[in-house]
């Protein structure tokens, strides 16, 4: 009975989840089998083609090329980048005085809390030809340069870098301080130093969070489109065309909305095994705790 009555509080979110997500799943699916197109016949007539997206996807040499774009802009500006600044500006923060914490952690939050769109624009300014960072360089004797043609892929992970970390240093503070302090004490107590006491006591006890933080970051980034699409829409050429950028292009750009379902198709498994990953590492972690 008890068991009935928690399902139906939970109902109307599932409902909602179900209208909102399952569905657009649902018709991506069933779109990246047929032809259908943003205009022409085959917009409001698409026929069924089986797997003809899918096989043409796996020979496009444009494919492979974001998908190892997208690789990475996560791993290097997610998983490495964000999440470690993020810790680390946490651990800094916790020691720093009150105002000097507050001016780092606002400025920090601030990148966060600004509209992608904005945020884009803003570091598209900074990175332009004649953008902040060049006159800043000019400034010193320093030749510039023309850092979203010739280095897109460095731009547009170091916006990333600028505006995400907010995220996961939020997710650390709130995570080291729940640490018992009496544990950090009684280590301190017993000789060890401040590195110590950080790896043989806070990152043990923050573990289950680290996981957390490193899943929603990675499917955070994965799915990043305003950002790329403001600084480069993927250029020049395909140098920063990543799988999101990519299915926009071939669906909206090109109006082959079939080939562009399935492109987002193959981004959910991939995201699903992210997520698999990290649900199945956090539930051992779980299982550790507990014991």
Not at 5 to 19: D, G, N, Q, S
Not at 158 to 175: C, D, E, K, P, V
Not at 239 to 268: E, N, Q, R
Request: charged share 10%; with cysteine.
């Amino acid at each position: 009975m008890h068991t009935a009555k928690r399902y139906w509080t939970v109902l109307p979110a599932i409902v909602l989840m179900a209208v909102f997500m399952l569905g657009p799943i649902i018709w991506a699916f069933y779109g990246s089998l047929t032809n259908v197109s943003l205009s022409g016949p085959t917009a409001t007539a698409p026929a069924f083609v089986g797997m003809k997206n899918y096989s043409r996807l796996f020979t496009d040499p444009s494919f492979p090329r974001s998908v190892w774009l997208t690789v990475i802009f996560v791993v290097v500006s997610a998983i490495i980048a964000q999440n470690f600044l993020g810790l680390a500006l946490a651990v800094l923060l916790q020691r720093a005085n009150k105002i000097a914490g507050k001016f780092v952690s606002t400025a920090v939050v601030a990148a966060w809390v600004m509209p992608e769109m904005v945020a884009g624009f803003a570091c598209y300014a900074f990175f332009s030809k004649e953008g902040t960072l060049n006159q800043i360089l000019s400034f010193f004797g320093v030749h510039g340069s023309e850092w979203l043609y010739l280095f897109p892929m460095f731009a547009v992970i170091l916006a990333n870098i600028w505006r995400g970390t907010a995220f996961s240093m939020m997710n650390y503070q709130a995570a080291i301080g729940e640490v018992d302090r009496s544990l950090t004490e009684a280590a301190v107590v017993d000789g060890a130093n401040a590195w110590q006491v950080f790896i043989h006591i806070t990152v043990p006890v923050i573990k289950q969070t680290i996981v957390t933080n490193l899943m929603l970051i990675t499917l955070q980034t994965m799915s990043a489109f305003t950002l790329i699409f403001v600084m480069t829409s993927g250029g020049p050429g395909d140098k920063s065309t990543t799988l999101p950028v990519f299915a926009y292009k071939v669906a909206f750009k090109f109006g082959d909305i079939g080939y562009g379902c399935a492109i987002a198709v193959v981004m959910l498994f991939i995201g699903a095994i992210f997520g698999i990953v990290y649900v199945n590492a956090l539930k051992d972690e779980k299982g550790v705790t507990n014991e």
